[in-house]
């Protein structure tokens, strides 16, 4: 069964910090995309960074970098030097295999502090 | 920069009433879904729509669901006897094609009193 962790329900970091939002991921497809979106308290859903399961870099896009640990099955986002609009619901989502449906976590609550 | 867009952005509706949801895809995608999102859960799929027919849908997506693309741009979702379970906020997304990016749009909120 395919399936996306996020075990921090929430997270704190001082303004101009680093923080790192977990997640891991369960799939037995060789072919898998994971991406990362971020929910503001709006309400709308933004495409944050992509990372294929065959790309040998990690992804980065401006501030957010994903570290991806492929044995591990991990995709940790890297949000360097956070800014107060940072504070957001973080999600992580997997595509695999032969479909086309994206599945979620359960989210990351990051609140970013001045 | 191109985006997907949601009509209306939030509905209250009577218990039994139909909806429909309509969303605008960017125009150069060819796929297309449906997520909600009840208040304070994760994200659920809902249906997937590629050449003018359903090519995956989830367990949620019964009888009471349809999905159409009337013209060349709009799609929609079409829930005919609601329910007051079926509050929660729904997304249109789209994308160019497999690999891409999916770009999701604001969002419907949908309220059944």
């Known amino acids: 069964a395919q399936k996306i962790t996020q075990t921090q329900p929430g997270m704190f970091v001082q303004e101009k910090e680093a923080v790192t939002l977990d997640c891991t991921y369960d799939?037995?497809?060789?072919?898998?995309?994971l991406f990362w979106y971020k929910q503001p308290s709006s309400g709308e859903m933004i495409f944050l960074i992509y990372?294929?399961?065959?790309?040998?870099q990690n992804a980065t896009e401006g501030r957010y970098s994903l570290n991806f640990q492929k044995a591990r099955k991990s995709a940790n986002l890297v949000i360097s030097a956070s800014q107060l609009g940072d504070s957001a619901m973080y999600f992580c989502?997997?595509?695999?295999?032969?479909?086309?449906?994206?599945?979620f976590g359960t989210g990351t609550l990051l609140a970013v502090q001045p | 920069e191109p985006e997907v867009t949601q009509t209306p952005s939030h509905q209250v509706t009577q218990m039994g009433q139909e909806v429909i949801l309509r969303c605008v895809p960017i125009s150069n995608h060819l796929y297309f879904y449906w997520y909600r999102q009840i208040l304070g859960q994760k994200v659920e799929f809902l249906v997937s729509f590629y050449n003018n027919e359903i090519s995956e849908k989830s367990e949620i997506f019964d009888d009471q669901f349809s999905v159409e693309r009337p013209d060349g741009s709009n799609f929609t979702l079409k829930i005919r006897s609601t329910k007051l379970e079926d509050s929660a906020m729904y997304f249109c997304?789209?994308?160019?094609?497999?690999?891409?990016?999916?770009?999701f749009g604001s969002g419907t909120r949908l309220t059944v009193v």
């Open positions: 997304a789209s994308r160019e094609r497999p690999n891409y990016g999916y770009t």
């Open positions: 990372q294929g399961s065959y790309d040998e």
């Open positions: 799939t037995s497809d060789q072919s898998y995309g």
């Open positions: 989502a997997m595509r695999a295999g032969a479909t086309n449906k994206l599945i």
